[in-house]
């Protein structure tokens, strides 16, 4: 049992713990250290979820009883934006403020005997750890038991683009309020939430860029306080903003490989932290305590119980930081959506942590939502995901895609009557577009030699069986074809038998932008391509377009991402030609560019084609944001009607941030700044993901794998778990009986 206990900090999270602990073991000795003054705090208000309520007051009712007595509740969002303020309700928040806060928390470790050592440095860590069971790194954001232990915690520290500051107002808001304020200097953003009655903090947040042109990094605390109040003259009814040892900070994102070390654990901010715009600080330090200590309660001894600790809270907090993320980049990016309709543009902001969705928002305010979709002009009904979309001639009837995916079971190129089933069934299960996987457009362009392709007469001949059933027994379904090139990534395995691993025989010559191997090492070295090679490419690419045309696909896709040949000419990181295709990003697009050309040329005029671009390679020195918006721009400058906007697989040292749809954003960012439609891809997996992202403005098209290969009549199920049975999503004849589903049960 630990008996003796070091709390380093006394943050919130500090006290909880130690309070927890105490009243759990009351013969534990718990001593505190806090640097600062019992009365001295940083920040005003603290928002808490009822989740995070519901376990404090069942593991202490008497720090909940007395939290309760304080709290401020409401459960209304306002965002306001060029003049509109539009309320949406049903959420449901409690405040306090942060000195209350802090004072019921004194008293509970007073009350149950810890030890608080005000205005004192607590020793290391490493030697409270000589003579006590446990220490406690509760030390917040720039913890000195993280730095002392580096090499062992092995911590990454982010730090991100805007600027913001603490203040506070004497009145209380009636909402939590979002206020966006376009200044001669930038877009500056107001969150506003009350936490006393008679008090509301106030988070004034801006890019760095904004924060100098508007010379704010050159104000004292009362010109800061005076300009930030005239911005947000409207929020503040004219009164004014207070400090409180107030300071203009860009915020960092902490994540630690490990969160102890011997008798040593990171709790809180210390360990983690998260964005204030979803209000998730003060609350992960919370439930760290309540995880702490349910942990020591069952374990044998400290090691066992801080690794049970660790493994029950991190996928947790990483879920919490993935959506801190996606909010934070959000407010990043504002000035890209100042432009959207004012209740999108609101829609938007409340799902843009991609935690709070469609479906969640119209239980919690239906009537917030129908504005929204009338404002977008869906007809009453309809889910977003069922309403048309139009790409050149051709009208998709819903927005959902079924992704390219290789399926390897082609014989000499030739898809067969796995393919006919594979896409047949798809084109069946309601989804408005079909693609197919990369086609190859030569037998030395292909990745495995179970790729499909489209370079003799029988493989259009196959091909043309394809289109014509889906076009036969699923009218209505179009069908796209993606043509590519693997480039350095050829002559490999199937996947299943060892992804990225060359052929142990049979391996065909190999050309690039550069003599780079895809696995140094391992990969075959690829032969620079000449520009007679190059030429010859450009000839297959249009060969297999002209066959694509007359075997009847609806569609054509070029792909130009996942480290493939034409891909890897866009990225700096495979493309280091000394020529007019190498170099700066012009002469990197030069011949995907070239290529486009070409295939756009003999491609049907009144047929639609896209682009397939990775936006960002997940690794320093790739593709930048910069990039991806210029290439998706010139691609529509030559004519793409569509970008489809896909990530990584570019360099195998890549490092993806994974998380529920995370490759949006760059569609989004994409959509907004190079002005042309887009397809977003990437862990959606969910009807109201789609709907979701489709509402907001995020994309225009979703397109989704794996879920198909779950449920080939993914879209089709879709529409019957949300009563939809109109023109977007109609049954196959044969197929009508199956439009509800089954009773299940003892009901049955």
């Not at 939809?724 to 999503?729: F, H, I, N, R």
Request: charged letters at 25%; proline letters at 6%; glycine letters at 10%.
């Amino acid at each position: 049992m630990t008996t003796r206990i070091a709390v380093i900090g006394g943050g919130p999270g500090g006290l909880y713990a130690a309070a927890l602990l105490k009243r759990r073991a009351p013969r534990r000795e718990i001593t505190l250290w806090e640097r600062n003054a019992p009365e001295d705090t940083f920040g005003f208000g603290v928002v808490f979820s009822d989740e995070t309520l519901g376990g404090i007051e069942s593991a202490d009712p008497q720090v909940h009883a007395a939290l309760r007595r304080e709290f401020i509740r409401w459960d209304a969002i306002d965002v306001v934006h060029r003049g509109r303020r539009l309320r949406s309700g049903g959420h449901g928040f409690a405040a306090i403020g942060r000195r209350t806060l802090l004072a019921v928390l004194h008293r509970r470790c007073r009350e149950l005997g810890v030890t608080l050592r005000f205005g004192t440095e607590a020793p290391p860590a490493a030697q409270l750890a000589r003579d006590h069971d446990l220490v406690i790194a509760a030390d917040g954001v720039h913890s000195a038991t993280r730095q002392a232990h580096r090499s062992h915690f092995r911590p990454s520290l982010t730090t991100h683009r805007c600027r913001y500051i603490w203040l506070a107002a004497d009145f209380a808001l009636d909402a939590f309020r979002f206020e966006i304020a376009e200044t001669p200097h930038g877009v500056m953003q107001l969150h506003g939430y009350p936490y006393e009655s008679k008090a509301s903090t106030v988070i004034v947040e801006m890019r760095e860029e904004v924060w100098r042109r508007a010379g704010l990094d050159r104000c004292d605390e009362a010109e800061t306080l005076r300009r930030c109040a005239a911005h947000f003259a409207e929020a503040l009814d004219g009164r004014p903003l207070r400090a409180n040892r107030s300071a203009w900070t860009a915020f960092r994102t902490v994540v630690n490989e490990r969160w102890s070390h011997g008798r040593t654990v990171l709790l809180g901010d210390a360990a983690h932290t998260a964005h204030f715009s979803i209000g998730s600080g003060t609350k992960l330090a919370v439930e760290d305590a309540l995880a702490l200590a349910g942990q020591l309660d069952g374990a044998a001894d400290v090691a066992e119980a801080l690794a049970a600790y660790e493994a029950e809270r991190r996928p947790l907090v990483e879920s919490t930081q993935r959506a801190a993320r996606a909010s934070l980049e959000w407010f990043e990016d504002l000035a890209d959506r100042t432009g959207q309709p004012p209740h999108r543009f609101a829609f938007n902001l409340l799902t843009r942590s991609r935690r709070v969705t469609h479906d969640n928002l119209r239980l919690r305010d239906a009537r917030f939502v129908a504005a929204v979709e009338t404002e977008a002009g869906i007809t009453p009904g309809t889910p977003p995901m069922f309403t048309p979309f139009p790409l050149r001639g051709l009208t998709l009837r819903n927005r959902v895609v079924v992704s390219p995916m290789d399926m390897y079971s082609a014989m000499d190129g030739t898809p067969d009557d796995f393919h006919l089933v594979h896409l047949g069934a798809r084109a069946l299960g309601g989804a408005a577009l079909v693609m197919t996987e990369m086609v190859c457009v030569s037998a030395q362009g292909r990745i495995t030699p179970g790729c499909a392709g489209l370079y003799t007469a029988g493989h259009e001949a196959a091909w043309r069986r394809i289109t014509g059933f889906v076009h036969t027994r699923a009218p209505g379904t179009a069908i796209g074809i993606q043509l590519g090139h693997s480039g350095r990534k050829g002559s490999t395995r199937l996947m299943w038998e060892g992804i990225d691993q060359p052929l142990p025989e049979g391996n065909w010559p190999l050309v690039a932008p550069s003599p780079l191997p895809y696995l140094p090492g391992t990969s075959q070295v690829p032969r620079e391509a000449t520009t007679g090679e190059l030429a010859a490419i450009r000839e297959d690419f249009t060969s297999s377009a002209r066959a694509a045309a007359r075997a009847g696909f609806d569609l054509l896709e070029l792909h130009c991402a996942h480290g493939y040949l034409l891909s890897s000419f866009l990225s700096p990181l495979t493309n280091h030609r000394r020529d007019h295709y190498g170099g700066d990003l012009a002469g990197r697009l030069a011949y995907p560019l070239e290529v486009f050309d070409a295939v756009r040329a003999v491609w049907p005029a009144d047929r639609p084609m896209t682009v397939r671009i990775s936006a960002t390679d997940w690794a320093e020195g790739g593709t930048t944001d910069a990039d991806a918006v210029a290439i998706a721009r010139a691609f529509a400058d030559h004519g793409a009607d569509a970008i489809d906007v896909s990530t990584g697989q570019v360099v195998p040292w890549e490092r993806p941030a994974f998380g529920r749809s995370y490759q949006t954003p760059f569609a989004e960012r994409i959509r907004h700044r190079a002005g042309v439609p887009v397809i977003a891809v990437g862990a959606i997996s969910s009807w109201d993901d789609a709907n979701s992202l489709i509402l907001a403005g995020r994309t225009d098209l979703c397109a989704l794998a794996r879920p198909h290969l779950y449920d080939p009549h993914w879209t089709l199920h879709a529409a019957a778990e949300q009563g939809y049975e109109g023109p977007g999503a109609p049954w196959p004849t044969p197929y009508r009986a199956g439009s509800r589903r089954p009773p299940a049960g003892r009901g049955a």
